[in-house]
């Protein structure tokens, strides 16, 4: 389990950076209200943003599966995170950071240097299994980089991949779940090459 290296902040401030990275159904945004909440304890100011694209049960609450929830605030790109910080913050947290553009990385690296703690979390890969936009980038640049796992929805063993049960190929399909499951490795595989030859014999049959 992660433990913070220090809640309290010194003067002169000195930030870092957390990722908490991981497939769907893993418990990250569970992990990031865990690490808001033990802030809150410490009586540290938070913020919490989040994509404005997420726009699953609540707009303004970061909302995990577990129905585990807190204030946040929607932003439409990472630059409208800076302008809306006050100077009066000590942690700003940003849940689904998947869905932010690349300059993600920039912004946070700048809060990070003027002394902020900054906590992310977001989906590491999308449901190809291929790394998903700016997190990869985030991960070269935190400090600390927790990379959390689901179970396997088919044979129980530990699972990294989202596997989307519906044919869209879209990157970005905000979904629950019916229509995603955590799959392991091999049930990943084996669920992509049902896929594959699914289309291969509607072909033939057109
Ligand atoms: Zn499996």
Redesign the pocket.
């Known amino acids: 389990m992660f433990i913070e290296p220090k809640t309290i902040i010194h003067e002169p401030k000195v930030g870092w950076i957390e990722l908490i990275c991981g497939s769907m159904f893993s418990g990250k945004t569970e992990e990031l209200i865990r690490r808001v909440r033990r802030a809150v304890i410490a009586q540290r100011k938070v913020k919490i943003f989040k994509p404005k694209i997420d726009i699953r049960y609540h707009k303004i609450k970061v909302v995990s599966h577990n129905k585990n929830e807190i204030q946040s605030v929607p932003v439409a790109n990472p630059l409208e995170i800076l302008k809306l910080i006050e100077g009066e913050e000590d942690v700003i947290a940003i849940d689904e950071a998947q869905f932010f553009e690349n300059s993600l990385v920039d912004v946070v690296t700048e809060l990070a240097n003027d002394g902020y703690r900054v906590i992310l979390s977001g989906l590491d890969m999308d449901f190809e299994g291929k790394p998903f936009g700016v997190i990869p980038g985030l991960m070269g640049i935190a400090e600390y980089v927790t990379k959390l796992h689901a179970v396997?929805k088919?044979?129980g063993?530990i699972?990294s991949f989202s596997y989307r049960l519906t044919e869209s190929n879209k990157q970005v399909l905000l979904g629950e779940q019916e229509e995603y499951e955590a799959?392991?490795r091999?049930?990943f595989i084996i669920g992509m090459e049902e896929k594959r030859n699914k289309l291969t014999s509607q072909k033939i049959t057109f």
């Open positions: 396997c088919r044979c063993n699972a799959r392991c091999r049930c």
